[in-house]
């Protein structure tokens, strides 16, 4: 009997399951949508039921789509978004509120206290990374301090794939590339949670799942209900495999230092894996999903890239496909006839590190067209990714095809 492997991503706007063979053939897949709430400015946040009830209609659809028995199937393996705070849940692991996910821009007063409390050579010295109300461990003072009720409750805040390993398997554990992009108290040269770090933020690490685990280890082994539920087999392995754009790089083919792939979704991601700690606050740093106790994944990226073509086909009205906004902005030459977009909707990640940036049509004349437009678009999203790129070598960082 062939032992087939399902794969699911969970991710900003929509879950994703794949059934494949030992060989890599595809043999169904399956998507579920689902929405985000913003609502304030720089706000976003996602119920933890939008995931699972994601994950279960996609799996569902691929299962159906392959026309496989649920004994051939062996292992689930499960990547997500980035979760920020995680998903606040109570003795129970019953969610208590949203999570505050990776796009949420609101913990600016947070982020500046701890630049102050703790310094940006500090932070970076023990976890890789910056303050920024990007990473989780500043939504989580956020939350300390706006929603006292939720914290007082909260048993532990799970990020969007321990969530779904626990629903999957009633284990708590987060595995360590999830656990690096929180930032802030995970200390990346040991691959561990910082007590020291943790300390002086004053938050508890017992909120937070105490079991680090490689995305190479089995999470746990699919529980009765939730194998009902999916339509698979109880007791086969499950797999926490981290972050969405880590996960995609290894799809893409990263397996070693100097790779580099660029992952486009609600969000642009470009990363590169490294055996080297990190050289500059201005990207993000975490474990590598393959190896992690030796690499490093390291990106930059928009906050919105999807999502800003997403709202300009928005401003259209219904009708307006994209294969003819493709057309119309494929007949525009580069550079949009002096037409520049920054794709600043949400704020900016890296490397300008701004949650007050907004987005700006610049050079707008009446000789400009729609296609001018959605060409800038593009061409603002490709702005930013190249932005990144120089961030990386002025870093000193190189990476193949330079």
């Known amino acids: 009997m062939p032992e087939l492997l399902l794969g699911v991503d969970v991710g900003t706007s929509s879950a994703k399951a794949v059934v494949v063979n030992s060989s890599g053939r595809v043999l169904g897949e399956g998507q579920a949508t689902y929405g985000l709430a ?28 392959s026309r496989v028995r649920r004994e ?4 689930l393996a499960v990547s997500a978004l980035y979760g920020g705070s995680g998903v606040p849940v109570d003795q129970n692991l019953r969610p208590l509120a949203p999570a505050l996910i990776w796009m949420d821009r609101r913990a600016e007063e947070e982020s500046a206290w701890v630049l102050e409390k703790v310094g940006l050579e500090r932070l970076f010295a023990v976890t890789g990374n910056g303050a920024d109300p990007y990473y989780g461990f500043t939504k989580l003072l956020w939350i300390r301090r706006h929603w006292p009720e939720v914290w007082a409750k909260a048993r532990y805040f799970l990020p969007p794939g321990s969530f779904l390993v626990h629903r999957l398997t009633g284990e708590v554990a987060v595995d360590h590339v999830t656990a690096g992009n929180l930032g802030g108290i995970y200390d990346l ?21 105490q079991r680090l685990i490689a995305p190479t280890e089995p999470a746990g082994r699919l529980g009765e209900e939730a194998a009902q539920t999916l339509g698979l087999s109880p007791g086969i392995p499950v797999f926490s495999a981290g972050i969405d754009a880590a996960v995609a790089t290894l799809s893409a083919g990263a397996v070693g230092p100097g790779l580099h792939v660029a992952m486009l979704g609600t969000s642009m991601c470009w990363g590169f894996v490294s055996s080297e700690l990190p050289k500059t606050p201005a990207l993000v740093s975490m474990p590598y999903v393959l190896e992690p106790e030796r690499l490093v994944y390291t990106f930059g990226g928009a906050a919105t890239a999807g999502a800003a073509v997403a709202w300009f086909r928005s401003l259209l009205g219904e009708g307006t496909d994209l294969a003819t906004l493709e057309e119309e902005a494929a007949g525009v030459p580069p550079e949009s006839a002096g037409l520049v977009f920054l794709p600043y909707l949400m704020g900016e990640r890296s490397p300008i590190w701004d949650p ?14 729609r296609g001018h437009l959605y060409r800038a678009v593009l061409e603002g999203l490709a702005y930013a990714l190249q932005h990144n790129l120089e961030a990386a070598r002025q870093a000193g960082y190189r990476v193949e095809g330079e």
Do not use: C, D, M, Y
């Not at 039921?49 to 159906?64: D, H, P, S, T």
């Open 38 to 65: 913003t609502p304030r400015p720089n706000w976003a946040e996602q119920e933890a039921e939008a995931w699972w009830n994601g994950l279960v209609g996609a799996v569902r659809k691929a299962l159906e789509a």
């Open 72 to 75: 051939e199937v062996a292992t």
């Open 189 to 209: 040269g040991r691959r561990a949670w910082s007590e020291s770090l943790a300390e002086v933020l004053g938050i508890p690490l017992e909120r937070l799942p």
């Open 356 to 369: 007050r940036a907004r987005g700006v049509f610049a050079g707008l004349s009446l000789a400009h067209t």
